[in-house]
């Protein structure tokens, strides 16, 4: 095979405006990348056994909602807290908008055969302590520990078959080595925002798995972008050694991952410290996964596909690197 003098010019990337001269080697620190992240997830596989499960909202475990708006002045949360703590109620209580509206979505962990009787013992709560025309019960939701559970098992359903079409699509636009690396990818951010919210304690509810759904849309997103790039390297350079190709590739596509995971993390920074105490938790995970998709991407995908390709693919042969002019 006749070697092919390359300029260095041909090695250099643009991140940002700044010139890289050389390919930066992720595929090197692959096994350091697996070490990080599976200890992240045994962290939190620990934590969930250590804590019994995880800390289920009321969307999943049963409970009673109810959106309520005070007239009194100067009221405060705590002091709604209190009313709850007094009366041996474990309630969670948030402000719904604005703080100055004095508007409150409680909700209260109940039993199961648990009535409309529930509702009439929290709002009597209510108006006793402030009076009834202080006190305007916007809207109230009961739901049922079975209906909970129920919910719950159609969330995980649902988890599992977006992640079947994830590795379904990558098949039919690149391989099956390819969607091995991007389910591998998926997964793994699915399980390090579930770690986060055990060492976090964050309950898992309806807006959590709403940001779940949306790292796994994003996650497959950025790995597209590598594995288009990386496809298009080989077709151009087929002699090539396909872990320079793969570095390569992550380091030509690495301007534009940054740049886009820090204008998500930028909105998501926004909301979580602007959105209120309902939409906290969310914007939270919001921000784990994007840091970790991204580092997925990087780390994971590429580094999965290339491992599968050496172990499985027949026609895998290793090539050295035509060393530069």
């Not at 699509?169 to 390090?192: C, P, Q």
């Not at 925002?193 to 898992?204: C, E, G, K, W």
């Not at 590598?226 to 596509?253: A, C, F, H, P, W």
């Amino acid at each position: 095979m006749n070697q092919v003098n390359k300029s260095p010019a041909q090695d250099e990337m643009h991140i940002g405006g700044i010139v890289i001269e050389k390919v930066i080697p992720f595929l090197k620190t692959k096994w350091l990348a697996f070490v990080l992240s599976g200890s992240i997830i045994v962290g939190g596989a620990i934590g969930f056994v250590k804590n019994g499960g995880f800390d289920l909202g009321i969307d999943f475990k049963g409970g009673l909602k109810i959106e309520t708006k005070i007239s009194q002045p100067n009221i405060t949360i705590n002091e709604i807290r209190k009313i709850f703590s007094d009366a041996k109620t474990e309630a969670d209580v948030n402000t719904v908008g604005n703080a100055s509206d004095q508007q409150f979505l409680i909700t209260v962990a109940v039993t199961e055969g648990t009535t409309a009787a529930e509702t009439t013992k929290v709002n009597n709560l209510l108006f006793n302590s402030f009076g009834k025309a202080k006190v305007e019960i916007k809207s109230s939701e009961l739901v049922e520990p079975k209906m909970g559970k129920s919910f719950a098992g159609r969330a995980l359903y649902l988890l599992v078959i977006v992640s079947a079409l994830i590795v379904l699509y990558i098949i039919i636009r690149f391989d099956f080595y390819y969607s091995v690396g991007a389910l591998v990818a998926t997964l793994h951010d699915l399980f390090i925002m579930l770690a986060f919210s055990v060492f976090f304690r964050i309950p898992i509810d309806i807006t959590i798995i709403a940001a779940l759904l949306t790292i796994m849309g994003y996650s497959i997103n950025d790995t597209i972008v590598v594995y288009d790039r990386i496809r298009e390297l080989v077709g151009l350079n087929k002699d090539e050694d396909l872990e320079y190709v793969m570095n390569k590739s992550i380091t030509q596509t690495l301007s534009r991952t940054i740049i886009t995971v820090l204008t998500v993390v930028f909105v998501a920074t926004a909301i979580y410290v602007w959105g209120g105490s309902v939409l906290k938790n969310f914007a939270l995970l919001l921000i784990v996964g994007l840091i970790s998709g991204t580092y997925s991407s990087i780390f994971m995908s590429a580094p999965v596909v290339y491992i599968t390709k050496k172990a499985f693919d027949k026609n895998f042969k290793e090539k050295k690197k035509v060393a530069t002019a």
